[in-house]
């Protein structure tokens, strides 16, 4: 059974709790913290299906105070009329519904999320509160917010467990992380890390950062290209790196001042991302940015910051919640799950196929 139990009687194993609009109303859904400084159940499921859509209003003037993270599902379509109530969840799951606030899922994806939930439950709250607020903001003032997150994150409690499961390999050098190609009046910016999936660690960013210096300060740069060498676009931060500042603070200041994603939002009308491969992570945070994003068939997005205790911190929970909407943000960080060409198209993540 996917989900089971009912408001009150589950506890942190995976398996969330079953609620109806009812209960949601009741306040099934406010964050308390227990003992512990976590809710005792840090996600509630919502089934639409119970026919209580006369405790709609009540239910959204629940949600609209602070609460935990609240997942809808339907086995049916959902009608215009549920518009309101599945704007205030974090994410539903059903066969279609009204806007972008709702996406195609399955029985599995909301097992997936409580699991998700449940081995980092402040990362996850703390994401849903954070596309809370990116979403309303502007592109700068939503970067502040998710590095501040994204900092609070490093020193935490998950992100320790997961970094000390994993040790640090050393990462080598390159002497060309990034390649720069100006033909005319076209500027390719092209990641060169391809033995490493064009991570983007601090040598690539710097780069990448380097070619979108020459096109801002040269008006003759018509259009920056912005592609990857080898099998993937990019496959987000180098895992290596992560972790090795001992100043999260620091880091902090170092994220806002070396933002690719506050770079590429200036220059969006003349950039084109042109994504392939592995887009994971940063890379598809920074390209979500750009004014074009083309994408091959063999293109595979996804965000897997939360199995880490972390947020997406590259910019992710910004340009693609602007891009995409909050709810499906939510359900592509709160799944880690892949999604391909024709998904991203359909959510207009990608904008083009080539």
Do not use: K
């Amino acid at each position: 059974m996917l989900v089971s139990g009912n408001a009150r009687g589950t506890d942190r194993g995976g398996v969330a709790p079953t609620v109806g609009l009812a209960d949601i109303a009741r306040g099934a859904a406010d964050l308390a913290v227990d003992e512990t400084s976590l809710p005792p159940n840090p996600m509630i499921a919502v089934d639409l299906n119970l026919d209580q859509w006369e405790y709609a209003d009540a239910a959204v003037a629940a949600l609209e105070r602070r609460t935990v993270i609240v997942v809808g599902f339907a086995r049916t379509d959902l009608p215009p009329a549920a518009a309101p109530v599945l704007e205030a969840l974090t994410c539903t799951l059903a066969p279609n519904g009204p806007g972008r606030t709702w996406t195609p899922g399955t029985t599995d994806d909301l097992a997936q999320i409580a699991a998700t939930v449940s081995a980092a439950p402040r990362a996850a709250l703390t994401l849903t509160g954070l596309l809370e607020l990116t979403s309303r903001s502007c592109v700068a003032d939503g970067l502040v917010a998710e590095s501040l997150a994204y900092s609070m994150l490093l020193a935490g409690p998950e992100f320790a467990a997961w970094r000390a499961d994993r040790p640090r390999r050393e990462v080598p050098g390159a002497a060309d992380p990034v390649l720069f190609d100006r033909t005319g009046d076209v500027l390719t910016v092209t990641l060169n890390r391809p033995d490493r999936h064009n991570a983007f660690g601090r040598a690539v960013r710097d780069g990448v950062l380097t070619g979108l210096a020459i096109a801002e300060h040269d008006d003759s740069v018509r259009e920056i290209v912005l592609r990857g060498n080898g099998r993937s676009f990019c496959s987000g931060g180098d895992l290596d790196e992560f972790g090795t500042a001992t100043d999260v603070s620091a880091a902090h200041l170092v994220r806002l001042q070396q933002s690719a994603a506050l770079a590429t939002h200036r220059l969006a009308p003349r950039v084109r991302a042109v994504l392939h491969g592995a887009c994971i992570g940063a890379g598809i945070e920074v390209p979500s940015f750009a004014g074009r994003v083309q994408a091959a068939g063999d293109t595979r997005i996804r965000l897997p910051e939360l199995s880490m205790g972390l947020v997406p911190g590259a910019g992710g929970t910004v340009g693609i919640t602007h891009r995409i909407g909050r709810w499906r943000t939510a359900f592509l960080a709160l799944t880690g799950r892949d999604i391909g060409v024709d998904t991203a198209l359909a959510w207009g993540l990608v904008d083009e196929q080539v």
